[in-house]
């Protein structure tokens, strides 16, 4: 069954989602592909052209960078995408872990879309290049999704 479900954002469009998406913390996708596109995209793409894209809030206001999508190689999924903000070149620069099924794909702009305003990702939790967070602590996770209110890929 499909759910659509329309985000205003300026010049971009509706986001398309299905229960499945949803169920399995699946990032959204938005845009309609192109008869032409060549490869497989959107639904399956190289992790390597989705990093350096820009992550853009629905009020269009540029966050930051895709610096890495990290995977959770035991159950198979991406458990989280790291945005870089700030900084100039890589001095002062911040990290912060979004859960991908906070994301949406936007495939007419090449870019991401996060549903949080500048001052709440501000207020995330973050971290620098030299001191990523545990991952074996499951609270830290837990935080994590809840903050972004995103249900855990792992349940």
Same mark, same amino acid.
């Given at each position: 069954?499909e759910r659509s479900t329309d985000r205003s954002v300026t010049g971009r469009g509706a986001?398309?989602?299905?229960?499945?998406?949803?169920?399995?913390?699946?990032?959204?996708?938005?845009?309609?592909?192109?008869?032409?596109?060549?490869? !497989?995209?959107?639904?399956?793409? @190289?992790?390597?052209?989705?990093?350096?894209?820009?992550?853009?809030?629905?009020?269009?206001?540029?966050?930051?960078?895709?610096?890495?999508?990290?995977?959770?190689?035991?159950?198979?999924?991406? @458990?989280? @995408?790291?945005?870089?903000?700030?900084?100039?070149?890589?001095?002062?620069?911040?990290?912060?872990?979004? !859960?991908?099924?906070?994301?949406?794909?936007?495939?007419e702009n090449k870019c991401f879309i996060v549903d949080i305003d500048r001052e709440r990702l501000s207020n995330? !939790?973050?971290?620098?290049?030299?001191?990523?967070?545990?991952?074996?602590?499951?609270?830290?996770?837990?935080?994590?999704?809840?903050?972004?209110?995103? !249900?855990?890929?792992?349940?």
């Amino acid at each position: 069954m499909e759910r659509s479900t329309d985000r205003s954002v300026t010049g971009r469009g509706a986001v398309r989602t299905t229960d499945e998406t949803i169920a399995q913390g699946g990032a959204q996708i938005a845009g309609t592909p192109s008869k032409d596109h060549p490869g !497989p995209g959107p639904r399956i793409m @190289a992790a390597s052209t989705l990093t350096r894209d820009k992550i853009v809030n629905l009020q269009g206001e540029t966050l930051g960078d895709m610096q890495e999508i990290m995977l959770d190689v035991s159950r198979g999924r991406v @458990a989280y @995408a790291v945005l870089s903000a700030g900084g100039f070149l890589g001095m002062g620069e911040r990290y912060f872990a979004i !859960p991908w099924g906070a994301l949406t794909l936007d495939i007419e702009n090449k870019c991401f879309i996060v549903d949080i305003d500048r001052e709440r990702l501000s207020n995330a !939790p973050g971290f620098d290049k030299d001191n990523w967070p545990s991952t074996a602590d499951e609270r830290w996770s837990r935080d994590l999704y809840a903050y972004y209110n995103t !249900p855990p890929y792992w349940e």
